[in-house]
């Protein structure tokens, strides 16, 4: 499923945000980004999403992977950052996750690409 969401630009106004959750992906209902210190590097991107679980079905397996990828896509670069968690139910996954990355980007914000996978660890 392809979403699209807007959340405010640390640049100033607001950015679109466009999540896809086709690979058996979780749903984000909210994403938040801003810029801040990381690892000493000012002016660097930040980032939450949160997660909308009310109806995802695990396939059969004792375990899955979570994984999310957040793209922030400026003028020059994308900004990458990235996240991978194993759960053994729906209900171990935290409602949302924070994400970092020492970078900056080159220019303004444009838009933010999301992307989750929940695979089975078989």
Same mark, same amino acid.
Request: net charge negative; charged share 25%; aromatic share 8%.
């Given at each position: 499923?392809?979403?699209?969401?807007? =959340?405010?630009? +640390? @640049?100033?106004?607001?950015? !679109?945000?466009?999540?896809?959750?086709?690979?058996?992906?979780?749903?984000? $209902?909210?994403?938040?980004?801003?810029?801040?210190? %990381?690892?000493?590097?000012?002016?660097?991107?930040?980032?939450?999403? *949160?997660?909308? =679980?009310?109806?995802? $079905?695990?396939?059969?397996?004792?375990?899955?992977?979570?994984? %999310?990828?957040?793209?922030?896509? =400026?003028?020059?670069?994308?900004?990458?950052?990235?996240? *991978?968690? +194993?759960?053994?139910?729906?209900? @171990?996954?935290? !409602?949302?996750? @924070?994400?970092?990355? !020492?970078?900056?980007?080159?220019? !303004?914000?444009?838009?933010?690409?999301?992307?989750?996978?929940?695979? +089975?660890?078989?």
């Amino acid at each position: 499923m392809i979403k699209l969401l807007h =959340t405010d630009n +640390p @640049d100033g106004g607001s950015v !679109p945000v466009i999540v896809d959750s086709n690979h058996g992906g979780l749903r984000v $209902s909210r994403f938040e980004l801003s810029r801040g210190s %990381v690892e000493g590097a000012s002016g660097a991107f930040k980032a939450k999403a *949160f997660f909308d =679980t009310s109806d995802v $079905s695990l396939e059969e397996a004792e375990e899955h992977e979570v994984y %999310v990828w957040v793209n922030v896509l =400026t003028e020059k670069w994308n900004a990458r950052m990235m996240d *991978f968690r +194993p759960i053994r139910r729906i209900e @171990d996954l935290a !409602p949302s996750w @924070d994400f970092a990355t !020492p970078s900056a980007g080159d220019g !303004p914000v444009h838009a933010v690409l999301v992307q989750t996978s929940v695979q +089975p660890n078989l």
